[in-house]
């Protein structure tokens, strides 16, 4: 009933049919990001040949050689604590600790290694918290500048503007971290986000699917109903009157044998239509619906002797579409088989009507009538009757309507939307069995 439609494009987001594998996940937002492993990587490695350049002997080593652990740590231990989503907060906070403690004697023994800060503050803030991340950055920005002027003193003045710079890029980096986080946490929330719709997409396929299988089965239901079945009442009605016959009027007996021979083939051919989902022989064609119509009244009259009447009123369309005839013939069909059934009438009316925008039949019967807002459906489920007529005229944005009274007969009234523009037509009363209008 429903086609499962792809809700996404097919770089990953939300693609695919329900049952798919989908493509695995990130653990976290930076797996997802392979290059800043190489930047991490390459800063830590340019600084380290800096140290060498800028610095003198063994102090250069020594700095280089820190610089070159902190990219071993990273990629040895540190890249897991950052990729890992919930690792212990101690293992990071350690590989955190580890960084700074590595990174302040570099730059204080070559101070322009100081420059790898640039890829250790946002690592910093990658691994742990906000606050223990501006410690380290606080740490590893204060530290080599006061170990530095205690080892080495300086004017205070130099010491003073460079603890002014190194605050200023210690709120920055706070504020840069910051969103960094922010950003982390919005990645993290629209990956969840898509799980559930993923999920809930499948859900919904799945929901889709079963309505679909129930909505066919009620559409079979209604369909068995009014056509199989009425049939198949119509044959145990003409076989009990056949065996009635026999003896007393043969000549009623073959007359209703024929018929019963004609109801049989003609709910083959309906069970055939239905078997290749396609409306019944001859409903579907252009000006078919007033002769099946006809055909149905005459057949109630053959079979129970009540005076049938068909007229048709209004200007007759260029075009019906054929779901609109099966509805429009179904409904007439099943209110006859209410007749048949239940009204014991004497005198029976079809009427098919095209209006401006619509098309209606109403099936009126002299009979015993009943009290519609006493009539349930049967418990056994078969109740497929007039509940059914409003669910088909309700699926097809129309209306049915049933006028009853016990004692004064039954109007059944089905209307449907008219989405066409035709010609006036002829109209006329066609007499089943020759009954006046």
């Known amino acids: 009933m429903h086609d499962d439609v792809p809700v996404e494009d097919r770089e990953g987001r939300l693609s695919g049919m329900a049952g798919e594998k989908r493509a695995p996940r990130p653990a976290n937002a930076w797996s997802a990001v392979p290059l800043w492993d190489a930047y991490v990587v390459t800063v830590l490695g340019l600084m380290a040949g800096l140290a060498l350049l800028a610095g003198e002997g063994w102090r250069a080593w020594t700095a280089a050689g820190l610089l070159a652990a902190v990219a071993a740590g990273y990629l040895a231990g540190g890249r897991r604590a950052l ?3 919930g690792s212990a907060p101690r293992s990071s906070l350690l590989w955190t600790a580890g960084y700074a403690a590595l990174f302040v004697p570099a730059a204080v023994l070559v101070p322009p290694a100081a420059s790898a800060l640039f890829a250790l503050a946002p690592l910093a ?3 742990v918290p906000p606050r223990w991340a501006g410690s380290a950055v606080g740490v590893m920005l204060f530290g080599p500048a006061l170990i530095g002027q205690a080892l080495d003193p300086g004017p205070v003045r130099d010491l003073a503007a460079l603890l002014l710079v190194n605050t200023a890029i210690l709120l920055f980096s706070m504020w840069f971290g910051g969103w960094i986080n922010r950003i982390i946490g919005q990645s993290a929330e629209r990956a969840a986000l898509i799980e559930e719709l993923e999920a809930g997409r499948e859900q919904i396929a799945a929901l889709s699917a079963r309505t679909g299988a129930q909505a066919e089965r009620e559409r079979m239901a209604r369909e068995i109903h009014d056509t199989l079945a009425q049939g198949f009442t119509s044959v145990v009605t003409l076989a ?3 065996e009635s016959e026999l003896e007393t009027d043969p000549e009623a007996a073959r007359r209703h044998l024929a018929l019963l021979l004609e109801t049989g083939r003609e709910n083959l051919a309906e069970a055939r239509a239905l078997v290749a989902g396609a409306p ?3 409903s579907a064609a252009a000006g078919a619906l007033e002769e099946a119509l006809r055909r149905a009244a005459d057949r109630l009259a053959a079979e129970t002797g009540a005076e049938a009447v068909f007229e048709t009123r209004g200007g007759v369309p260029d075009r019906l579409s054929p779901d609109t005839q099966v509805d429009l013939l179904r409904a007439v069909q099943e209110s006859l088989a209410n007749v048949r059934r239940h009204a014991a009438a004497g005198a029976v009316r079809v009427v098919l009507e095209y209006g401006a925008d619509t098309v ?4 009126q019967d002299d009979g015993r009538g009943f009290d519609p807002d006493r009539t349930a459906a ?5 109740g497929y009757g007039l509940l059914g007529l409003g669910r088909r005229a309700e699926a097809a ?5 049933v006028q009853s009274s016990p004692g004064a007969g039954t109007t059944v009234v089905f209307r449907l939307p008219l989405d066409r523009t035709g010609p006036p037509g002829r109209t ?4 089943a069995n020759g009954a006046p209008a």
């Not at 006329?428 to 007499?431: M, W």
């Open 83 to 85: 990729m890992s989503e």
């Open 125 to 127: 803030y990658m691994t």
């Open 240 to 242: 009990q009157a056949v």
């Open 280 to 282: 019944a022989a001859g």
């Open 360 to 363: 209606g039949v109403a099936v």
């Open 378 to 382: 049967p418990a056994d489920g078969s």
């Open 397 to 401: 944005g129309g209306r049915c309507t």
């Open 428 to 431: 006329g009363t066609d007499h």
